[in-house]
């Protein structure tokens, strides 16, 4: 029975290859100069410093730029609230998102059956594994995964006949 799985996973090894574009980019920077501004990467969570809330408006728009030209999504981000570090300095955690949270796995499982279409949908952990009798049965439910306009990033892997 052919079938697939809907994973959400972004990785780090490019997080890490887009977080030193962005530190060269503040180093080459006019407006950086003589700023405090970092960025840290402890596993799924990234650490911005800033030195006011201008910089650290525009090292959010830099990390941003930055994911997308590694073709990560943007949207795999997820910006706490910024808070008073040292000084006048800000600190922004940054969550990197890894896997599908059970309420959106519900959500698209729910959807898949108020459609009627001939497929199973099994939440499998952090992912979701999607069965059917045809190919077109699961394809159509790609589709429809791609209409619902999820804010994860979603990758559809492991297709087998």
Not at 80 to 93: H, I, T, Y
Request: hydrophobic letters at 40%.
């Amino acid at each position: 029975m052919p079938s697939f799985d809907v994973v959400s996973k972004t990785e780090l090894a490019e997080v890490d290859n887009a977080l030193n574009g962005l530190r060269r980019e503040i180093d080459t920077r006019f407006d950086f100069k003589n700023s405090k501004c970092s960025v840290e990467r402890q596993e799924n969570l990234l650490t911005v410093l800033a030195d006011d809330d201008m910089k650290l408006r525009q090292m959010q728009e830099l990390l941003k730029t930055h994911m997308v030209r590694r073709k990560l999504d943007a949207g795999a981000l997820e910006f706490k609230d910024p808070e008073k570090a040292a000084g006048s300095s800000l600190r922004q955690l940054v969550t990197v998102k890894q896997g599908i949270d059970q309420a959106i796995a519900r959500r698209i499982v729910k959807a898949i059956k108020d459609a009627k279409l001939k497929v199973q949908a099994a939440i499998q952990g952090d992912e979701l594994r999607i069965s059917g009798k045809k190919r077109d049965d699961l394809q159509g439910a790609i589709a429809l995964v791609k209409g619902l306009k999820i804010e994860l990033p979603l990758q559809y892997v492991n297709f087998r006949e």
